[in-house]
């Protein structure tokens, strides 16, 4: 808990590896068992930091079953969510993964924490015999939707080779352009190949949808 005057909040606070505080993020939907205690919602704006590795955020337990504050992380260009919490949370962070195309950390009082891949995919959790969790995350990815790029993809496989990963989920028609080169970055890639990333085309598609509507 931390307090802000007579307010109290359920917060995550980020230290650097100075072991300074850098930033904190106030739950935006503490129960009602916590707010008849005191503690006081935080801002429905939740905010991001950068950081060396990212652009990261948060949110805390009972913030799962809202979508505003997930959404809000996202458009903000959020990369990682961390999410402590007092439940596992289960499938329900996979999707939120997924839904918003960022990679979900969670560390819970019980249950299996758990860090899932944009994709929705579990990378790794924990169980009852290792409550430790360590694994390696690469953040140098785009989320595209595969049409209609789909001969693209194959001219940047033959391009590329093995310094670029390329997984489709089909019947989804998602792709996922990784880079596995320190030499490869995959905004030039994309840029190269004349691909937008799935944020673009939906904004792009929302635009054309409101000038078609006049």
């Given amino acids: ?7 109290l909040y ?8 100075r072991g300074e505080v850098q930033g904190e993020y106030r739950k935006m939907h503490p129960t009602e068992g916590e707010m008849a205690k005191g503690v006081m919602p935080g801002p ?15 949110q805390i337990c009972f913030d799962i079953e809202w979508l505003d504050g997930w959404t809000a992380l996202q458009k903000a260009g959020a990369e990682i969510v961390f999410w402590p919490s007092a439940f596992g949370g289960g499938h329900k962070l996979n999707m939120l993964a997924n839904l918003n195309r960022y990679v979900v950390v969670s560390s819970t009082q019980k249950g299996a924490s ?11 959790w924990t169980g009852i015999w290792d409550r430790s ?12 939707h595969s049409w209609p790029y789909t001969e693209r993809i194959g001219d940047i496989r033959a391009k590329y080779g093995q310094a670029v990963r390329i997984v489709t989920f089909h019947d989804e028609e998602w792709t996922i352009i990784e880079s596995r080169s320190a030499e490869v970055r995959v ?7 004349e691909i937008r990333t799935y944020e673009e085309m939906i904004r792009d598609a929302d635009k054309a949808r409101v000038r078609a509507l006049g």
Avoid: H, W
């Fill in 114 to 124: 758990r860090v899932c891949e944009i994709t929705g995919e579990t990378l790794a």
């Fill in 44 to 58: 429905l704006n939740p905010p991001v930091f950068q950081t060396d590795f990212g652009v990261i955020g948060g």
């Fill in 1 to 7: 808990y931390t307090r802000e005057g007579n307010r």
């Fill in 187 to 193: 905004a030039d890639v994309l840029q190269e190949f």
């Fill in 133 to 144: 969790l360590c694994v390696p995350v690469n953040l140098e990815k785009a989320f595209i």
């Fill in 10 to 17: 359920n917060s995550m606070i980020l230290i650097d590896r």
